[in-house]
Nanobody, 121 residues
């Protein structure tokens, strides 16, 4: 089995920073892309940022210049550094990963349980 566990969410004032972490564990052979999504109340889940195994990144326009995604391949961990936070960044943040399990022939997408980020004005 593969598990993704997020940490680092919380309450912060507008203009503040938070760093989210997501560690993948289990019978993992390889991980391709890893990413962060978020879902605000009453809204659809949206992509925040994604990073490939080679380090290429892509960001939602709403977070460009404020958020930075990175990963540590040796630790199967992805990070999201969030600076200059705004109240509209308030959401549950989910990580996901494209994982090849040991012994498998196809990659599968796995999700974390989510971590709440609340930005007060």
């Amino acid at each position: 089995q593969v598990q993704l566990v997020e940490s680092g969410g919380g309450l912060v004032q507008a203009g503040g920073s938070l760093r989210l972490s997501c560690a993948a564990s289990g019978s993992i052979s390889r991980i391709n892309a890893m990413g962060w999504y978020r879902q605000a109340p009453g809204k659809q889940r949206e992509l925040v940022a994604v990073i490939t195994s080679g380090g290429s990144t892509n960001y939602a326009d709403s977070v460009k210049g404020r958020f930075t995604i990175s990963r540590d391949n040796a630790k199967n961990t992805v990070y999201l550094q969030m600076n200059s936070l705004k109240p509209e960044d308030t959401a549950v943040y989910y990580c996901n990963a494209d994982v090849l399990k040991a012994g498998a022939i196809r990659f599968g997408v796995y999700w974390g349980q989510g971590t709440q980020v609340t930005v007060s004005s």
